[in-house]
Nanobody
Framework: QVQLVESGGGLVQAGDSLRLSCAAS????????MGWFRRPPGKEREFVAR????????FYGDSVKGRFTISRDNAKNTVYLQMDSLKPEDTAVYYC?????????????????WGPGTQVTVSS
């Protein structure tokens, strides 16, 4: 069973960039499809981005498309989320998630394994 730990969160200003990392252990990382989700204050958890096992394919939520980039390094057992042009509405707890099965929609129920999350706060 894979364990996930996010890092890289913090307090930044609008327009800044931030890179989140998610380190995986306890499994064969390249066998997991990976995703990033976030929970804004007072709202439900929402899809941010996901990436295939090889890293060849990625998808993004509409609110982050063109600003965020997901990538992975299977040799380092790590998935990244590069966040550029940050906005106050990007403020949330960010979670990485893993699935050893088929991911069709990037929905939360498709990912059995989750990290504890890292807080990102964007001030205006």
């Amino acid at each position: 069973q894979v364990q996930l730990v996010e890092s890289g969160g913090g307090l930044v200003q609008a327009g800044d960039s931030l890179r989140l990392s998610c380190a995986a252990s306890g499994g064969t990382f390249s066998s997991y499809a990976m995703g990033w989700f976030r929970r804004p204050p007072g709202k439900e958890r929402e899809f941010v981005a996901r990436i295939s096992r090889s890293g060849a394919t990625s998808f993004y939520g509409d609110s982050v498309k063109g600003r965020f980039t997901i990538s992975r390094d299977n040799a380092k057992n790590t998935v990244y989320l590069q966040m550029d042009s940050l906005k106050p509405e990007d403020t949330a707890v960010y979670y990485c998630a893993a699935s050893s099965g088929v991911v069709r929609f990037g929905a939360t129920h498709e990912y059995p394994y989750w990290g504890p999350g890292t807080q990102v706060t964007v001030s205006s």
